[in-house]
């Protein structure tokens, strides 16, 4: 069972969770606008983009800081090693957001990433007195997004909320079996990532900027 929870926690590692976003909504929501009015290679490239700065880019910067014994392992489960390393993820994000806030791209996206690095630089705070779930901060902030989107826009996206759900409630488990939280700290996570992406939103509607 362990294996089975480690492998959930690795496949949907919060650090993939602006990729996912990305791939549901240019190539999972075929009735939306994101679908259907955004150029193929766009997409990719975009997705790519995404996935250089919020999993490739992070992953180097906790390597370097590994082998400089910063932190003694690449899961940083010491709670107190964790502040540092989601600072400087948290950057990586902030400074996505700066470089396509002028593209002409969709709006909810620029907003999804901006709030995912807010998501992660809360973590890093909240690190300082206690161990809240980046897992469930991960995908809770996905599902605050897509419920965003659909509430704000007539995009049907049953499906896809309801297997985001599904998955959260599969990598919360895998959280537990592993140990690596209680269930309040997964709870909190989940609730703080759909909660924070969900009022940006909101905030950003009412300021027309999506």
């Known amino acids: 069972m362990k294996?089975?929870?480690?492998?959930?926690?690795?496949?949907?590692?919060?650090?993939?969770?602006?990729t996912y976003g990305c791939l549901i909504v240019f190539f999972g929501l075929t009735n939306s606008i994101y679908f259907v009015f955004t150029p193929l290679k766009l997409?990719?490239?975009?997705?790519?983009?995404?996935?250089?700065?919020?999993f490739l880019l992070p992953t180097l910067n906790l390597l370097?800081?590994?082998?400089?014994?910063?932190?003694?392992?690449?899961?940083?489960?010491?709670?107190?090693?964790?502040?540092?390393p989601l600072i400087m993820t948290?950057?990586?994000y902030f400074g996505l957001f700066y470089m396509i806030y002028?593209?002409?791209?969709?709006?909810?996206?620029?907003?999804?990433i901006f709030g995912a690095g807010f998501c992660i630089l809360s973590a890093a705070i909240i690190s300082l007195w206690w161990q809240i779930s980046?897992?469930?901060?991960?995908?809770?902030?996905?599902?605050?997004?897509?419920?965003?989107?659909s509430y704000f826009m007539p995009?049907?996206?049953?499906?896809?909320?309801?297997?985001?759900?599904?998955?959260?409630?599969f990598i919360g488990f895998a959280r537990l079996q592993l140990n690596a939280h209680t269930p309040n700290q997964v709870?909190?996570?989940?609730?703080?990532?759909?909660?924070?992406?969900?009022?940006?939103?909101?905030?950003?509607?009412s300021l027309t900027f999506v």
């Open 134 to 149: 980046a897992h469930m901060i991960g995908v809770g902030g996905l599902i605050g997004a897509l419920f965003a989107i």
């Open 43 to 54: 997409k990719i490239v975009l997705t790519l983009t995404v996935f250089a700065f919020t």
């Open 64 to 84: 370097i800081l590994y082998k400089l014994n910063y932190v003694s392992s690449l899961k940083i489960e010491n709670r107190k090693e964790r502040t540092f």
């Open 187 to 205: 709870y909190a996570g989940f609730a703080f990532g759909c909660l924070v992406q969900f009022s940006l939103f909101f905030i950003a509607q």
């Open 90 to 92: 948290s950057l990586c």
């Open 3 to 18: 294996n089975i929870a480690h492998f959930i926690s690795y496949v949907f590692h919060p650090l993939l969770m602006a």
């Open 155 to 169: 995009i049907p996206i049953f499906t896809a909320l309801s297997v985001c759900l599904i998955l959260a409630g």
């Open 102 to 112: 002028d593209f002409n791209i969709w709006p909810a996206i620029k907003l999804f």
